[in-house]
């Protein structure tokens, strides 16, 4: 199957044909990751496959892969529009470096963070996570990123920061979307601390092993797998560790169809549909979905004793 592009934004010596990839993928299978990436040069994945399967973060989704072509072009980014089609077409024009990230609140190293600076440090990996929107459909993607976590441990939250803020960047005349007021801008979202510290949480810088593309939410965007998909914040500009539960614009929006949680749960429908089955993008039926997206296993004990009906 041959990828026309992968979005506007990315040279095309930087395109990625899913076929390629996936052969890749075959090949680091064989030879381990650490091999190739010795082999390329400075290619940024797992450094070790075995450890890539079997980290605490790092367990893979085994569905298919949803095409490049659909992860690229099937986007929820009103900040370039409403239609899924929108944040392809829209953000040809926007800008992603350089990038500063502000950290900021009850934290030892607040700063103004160049982009590279604050990555630098990392190892990045792939991981293969399920995204599953809210509005019941699915994707399979194989991010790039590196955990959450360590970002965190970086900067050495003080034991007053309970919640992690963040906030994407706010740039009118980039992002058409945000031309109009349709929405409270900038887009905000937040974690529960031990959310946020989870494994699983990822900060993506990438996504089949090119940069994020600007649909996606370039430079940077969190990706919390066992969340319904809003949660994601794409083009992370600030982070504030913070005492009490920050606003996320959904729950701001539509207090009663989207609450801070925001839990990937099949019981529990949505006030205008049922949540118990979802569409995986590519696929003709329907399939169950699961609870926790399928990573209960890894996160169930995080809401133990709490009432998900209330805490949806
Ligand atoms: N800043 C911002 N982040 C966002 C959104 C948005 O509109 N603005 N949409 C969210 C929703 S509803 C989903 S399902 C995911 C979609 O991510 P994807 O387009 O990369 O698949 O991004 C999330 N992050
Ligand atoms: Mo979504």
Not at 26 to 41: C, Q
Not at 68 to 82: A, C, D
Not at 215 to 224: I, K, S
Not at 238 to 260: C, D, H, L
Request: aromatic share 12%.
């Amino acid at each position: 199957m041959l990828i026309r592009r992968g979005g506007p934004d990315i040279p095309s010596s930087e395109i990625t044909r899913e076929e390629d990839y996936l052969n890749r993928r075959e090949f680091i299978g064989r030879v381990g990751a650490g091999a190739l990436a010795a082999a390329v040069g400075g290619v940024s994945i797992a450094s070790d496959n075995a450890s890539a399967q079997t980290a605490p973060g790092g367990r893979q989704s085994s569905d298919p892969l949803t095409p490049l072509e659909s992860v690229t072009r099937y986007n929820n980014f009103y900040e370039f529009g409403f239609d899924k089609e929108d944040p392809y077409r829209n953000s040809g024009g926007f800008v992603p470096r350089p990038w500063t990230v502000v950290v900021e609140g009850h934290v030892n190293k607040p700063a103004a963070y160049d982009l590279e600076d604050l990555i630098r440090p990392f190892t990045v990996e792939e991981r293969i996570y399920r995204l599953r929107c809210v509005e019941a459909w699915s994707m399979v993607i194989p991010w790039r990123g590196f955990p959450l976590r360590d970002l965190i441990n970086r900067v050495e939250p003080t034991s007053r920061a309970r919640f992690v803020a963040f906030e994407t960047i706010f740039r009118p005349a980039e992002m058409s979307g945000q031309r109009s007021r349709v929405m409270d801008w900038p887009y905000v979202e937040g974690l529960r601390m031990d959310e946020a510290m989870h494994p699983l949480t990822l900060i993506a810088t990438g996504l089949y092993n090119q940069n994020l593309p600007n649909q996606n939410g370039a430079p940077l965007r969190l990706v919390v797998p066992w969340k319904y998909g809003f949660k994601s914040i794409k083009s992370i500009v600030k982070i504030s560790f913070v005492e009490s539960q920050p606003p996320t614009t959904w729950n701001r929006m539509a207090p009663e169809e989207y609450g801070f949680y925001a839990n990937v749960n099949p019981e529990v429908d949505h006030p205008r549909w049922s949540q118990a089955r979802e569409r995986r993008i590519g696929e003709l039926l329907r399939r169950p979905t699961l609870m926790y997206n399928g990573y209960g296993d890894q996160v169930a004990s995080l809401y133990r004793g709490m009432n998900l009906v209330r805490n949806y």
